[in-house]
């Protein structure tokens, strides 16, 4: 790739978000603003390489779409794709659709976004339509992109991405941001939507990697962007403070050749202490704020244990136990029950250990949430490897890696089955 289309496509990560959200502002449908932002785009790609990058990249985007949006008007297919809600709406007249569009840019654009990430969340949409979209208008990201961190075909996932905006449009879905109660119900599932793509990308579910971290780049930079337009909100700052702090330990979290690497196997000289300093302050404000009582900011509090301890000895388990039974109660789940299952294993008192954990492992393994879980047995397998009985955990961690579809989980877990002694290790 030459420079110059490499600087293209820094601009366009950069600014893309703010175009499709300018001109969504003026057209009212994500999909006609990102089919003219993609017009100005190839628009740049076809000029600039011969005329140069122009001073004001993000002006010039912007002019380029104005200019196809009224050539699209004259056409009369903007007003055929939203079937005359425009003309009766907004009365769109080239005049006015070009002063507008001029405009654009000059307004404040914190809302603009704001109202692009409330509408590509919609609850009207299916979850995985919700990711995609967001991941394609608020991120930036090509559809190839996002198809590749989802190890989907591309063309499966471009018809995600159509199904998403094409449903926006026919339910008349309105571009702006929620207010009063409705605003606390939306953010439930904008926030759904980023912790989804964040977790995604600190443990992929299938493939090569153990990590892709840009995705968790991503989910943070949505993080960031929610928390400084609402700040007010704590289950925000309770979000960010959670990926924060577990994205802290990304670069201990894989070996030299891209090997998993657990928690109790990382070099904490690794973890980025910039980072914890600020999930630990997203953490505080989501406190201050009212929210350290719910979902996200209990489990920032879990990661903020983890993060105070020079090692696992060092960690408050026990505080782990009590977080996790406070979870429990403000979010039940047989995933949060497992999870605290490993920290009642970890707990060096005498009410907890690894037999009172196998017995609260045992009180979930039938609940269908866990079914085809992998760390069921996974944990299982760490269980019974501590009290002695090797010819089970041998037969756990058999389960866990046909369970698995992530390369990276199912060497970690082949390696632990090769060292456990006195069984014969075929799998």
């Not at 654009?109 to 969340?121: K, N, P, Q, S």
């Not at 439930?188 to 964040?198: D, G, Q, R």
Request: aromatic share 4%.
């Amino acid at each position: 790739m030459s420079d110059i289309h490499k600087t293209i496509e820094a601009v366009w990560k950069i600014e893309s978000t703010r175009l499709i959200a300018g001109i969504a502002r003026v057209t009212r449908d994500i999909g006609i603003a990102e089919e003219l932002a993609q017009d100005a785009l190839v628009r740049a790609l076809e000029q600039w390489p011969e005329e140069g990058i122009p001073g004001k990249p993000a002006a010039w985007l912007m002019t380029a779409a104005k200019r196809r949006a009224i050539d699209t008007l004259r056409r009369g297919r903007m007003l055929e794709l939203k079937h005359g809600e425009i003309a009766r709406d907004l009365e769109f007249q080239q005049q006015r659709l070009g002063e507008a569009m001029e405009h654009a840019l000059d307004q404040v654009i914190d809302d603009d976004v704001l109202r692009l990430i409330f509408t590509a969340c919609h609850p009207v949409l299916a979850l995985e339509g919700r990711v995609a979209l967001t991941l394609r208008v608020a991120c930036g990201l090509t559809t190839a992109e996002i198809a590749r961190a989802f190890l989907v075909p591309e063309k499966t996932l471009g018809q995600r991405i159509f199904r998403a905006k094409k449903t926006l449009s026919e339910a008349r879905v309105p571009y702006e941001t929620p207010r009063g109660d409705e605003l606390h119900s939306r953010l439930e599932s904008v926030l759904s939507v980023v912790y989804l793509i964040f977790n995604e990308g600190y443990t992929a579910t299938a493939g090569d990697e153990w990590m892709r971290e840009e995705l968790c780049n991503d989910a943070l930079r949505l993080g960031r962007i929610l928390a400084g337009l609402l700040p007010g909100e704590p289950e925000i700052h309770g979000l960010l403070a959670l990926m924060e702090l577990q994205a802290s330990r990304a670069a201990a979290r894989r070996g030299p050749k891209g090997a998993a690497v657990l928690l109790p196997d990382q070099d904490r000289g690794l973890w980025d202490h910039a980072q914890i300093e600020r999930g630990m302050a997203a953490l505080h404000r989501a406190q201050q704020l009212g929210g350290g009582a719910r979902v996200y900011a209990l489990q920032a509090a879990i990661a903020a244990c983890h993060a105070r301890a020079n090692t696992v000895a060092d960690t408050d388990w026990e505080r782990i136990v009590l977080l996790y039974d406070s979870l429990l109660q403000v979010s039940p789940s047989p995933i949060v029950a497992l999870n605290r299952a490993v920290a009642v294993g970890m707990a060096p008192t005498p009410q907890y250990g690894p037999a009172a954990a196998l017995n609260a492992l045992d009180a979930i393994a039938d609940e269908p949430a866990l079914t085809n879980y992998h760390l069921l047995p996974s944990v299982r397998a760490d269980l019974l490897l501590k009290l002695g009985r090797y010819a089970e955990a041998g037969q756990e961690l058999r389960r866990a890696i046909a369970m698995t579809e992530n390369r990276r989980e199912q060497d970690l877990l082949s390696g632990k089955l090769t060292q456990i002694p006195n069984i014969q290790h075929d799998a």
